[in-house]
């Protein structure tokens, strides 16, 4: 399993920072917020605004004093680029010791760009690993906004609930799922995704005999609609 985002013992203290458009696709599509060295270590947990953890990726590519934040994060804080917000330094365990991992993960799917909707059937198991791979040692939590890309296509996914347990409890289907936005937790191996259809029900899924049923819509009422950086391609872009 990939190593852990950790935090030092001399952590830097809240900051006040600028919100800018993120300053490389690649960050953006990694969930991953910019910051300069100078203000936070690489590959750490922060929270914004009191309330959205993210991973950081320290580059010279933001000045320091200055936050990158893709279109997608920037809608889900109801941020604007030249707001400043708070940044501070975030250690889950101490707020949830154990209970720190997913053990399921529910989310709603659609077509970043719903001009390029397609017909394809989408293999949800395979589609849940590559998601894994590229989110695993990420926190996620509910209301969140992801780009997803899987096998050239983007999809917008959101993060409906989330069941955050400890990796050593033997029954873990009782616990319950939440859909409060606090109920944050870290993707691990061993999360389960489930894939349900937005609203639009444009993605076409395949059935599984592990998943639920994805038919089910379970998609809140708001919608994307920004560029997710300033240069994106059209894919990337909202309709």
């Given at each position: 399993?990939?190593?852990?985002?950790?935090?030092?013992?001399?952590?830097?203290s809240e900051k006040?920072?600028?919100?800018?458009?993120?300053?490389?696709n690649e960050i953006?599509?990694?969930?991953?917020?910019?910051?300069?060295?100078?203000?936070?270590?690489?590959?750490?947990?922060?929270?914004?605004?009191?309330?959205?953890?993210?991973?950081?990726?320290?580059?010279?590519?933001?000045?320091?004093?200055?936050?990158?934040?893709?279109?997608?994060?920037?809608?889900?804080?109801?941020?604007?680029?030249?707001?400043?917000?708070?940044?501070?330094?975030?250690?889950?365990?101490?707020?949830?010791?154990?209970?720190s991992y997913l053990?399921?993960?529910?989310?709603?799917?659609?077509?970043?760009?719903?001009?390029?909707?397609?017909?394809?059937?989408?293999?949800?198991?395979?589609?849940?690993?590559?998601?894994?791979?590229?989110?695993?040692?990420?926190?996620?939590?509910?209301?969140?906004?992801?780009?997803?890309?899987?096998?050239?296509?983007?999809?917008?996914?959101?993060?409906?609930?989330?069941?955050?347990?400890?990796?050593?409890?033997?029954?873990?289907?009782?616990?319950?799922?939440?859909?409060?936005?606090?109920?944050?937790?870290?993707?691990?191996?061993?999360?389960?995704?489930?894939?349900?259809?937005?609203?639009?029900?444009?993605?076409?899924?395949?059935?599984?005999?592990?998943?639920?049923?994805?038919?089910?819509?379970?998609?809140?009422?708001?919608?994307?609609?920004?560029?997710?950086?300033?240069?994106?391609?059209?894919?990337?872009?909202?309709?």
């Amino acid at each position: 399993m990939e190593k852990l985002p950790f935090m030092k013992s001399q952590r830097p203290s809240e900051k006040r920072l600028l919100v800018q458009n993120s300053p490389d696709n690649e960050i953006a599509k990694s969930n991953h917020i910019a910051v300069n060295p100078q203000d936070f270590p690489d590959n750490s947990y922060v929270i914004c605004g009191g309330k959205y953890v993210f991973t950081t990726t320290a580059t010279t590519k933001i000045l320091p004093g200055a936050i990158g934040v893709s279109g997608n994060q920037r809608f889900w804080g109801s941020w604007s680029t030249g707001q400043e917000i708070s940044v501070s330094p975030y250690d889950l365990f101490q707020y949830t010791k154990k209970k720190s991992y997913l053990g399921s993960v529910n989310v709603s799917i659609s077509f970043w760009n719903k001009n390029r909707a397609n017909n394809i059937q989408y293999d949800q198991d395979d589609m849940a690993a590559q998601f894994i791979s590229k989110f695993e040692s990420q926190i996620l939590q509910p209301t969140q906004i992801i780009l997803f890309e899987y096998q050239g296509t983007y999809f917008e996914i959101v993060i409906q609930s989330t069941q955050v347990v400890d990796l050593g409890e033997v029954l873990i289907d009782s616990v319950p799922t939440s859909k409060d936005i606090m109920n944050k937790g870290i993707v691990v191996q061993q999360t389960k995704i489930n894939f349900f259809k937005a609203d639009d029900g444009l993605v076409n899924l395949k059935p599984s005999s592990t998943r639920p049923n994805a038919d089910a819509i379970i998609r809140p009422d708001f919608k994307f609609c920004l560029l997710y950086t300033s240069d994106a391609a059209d894919d990337m872009q909202c309709v």
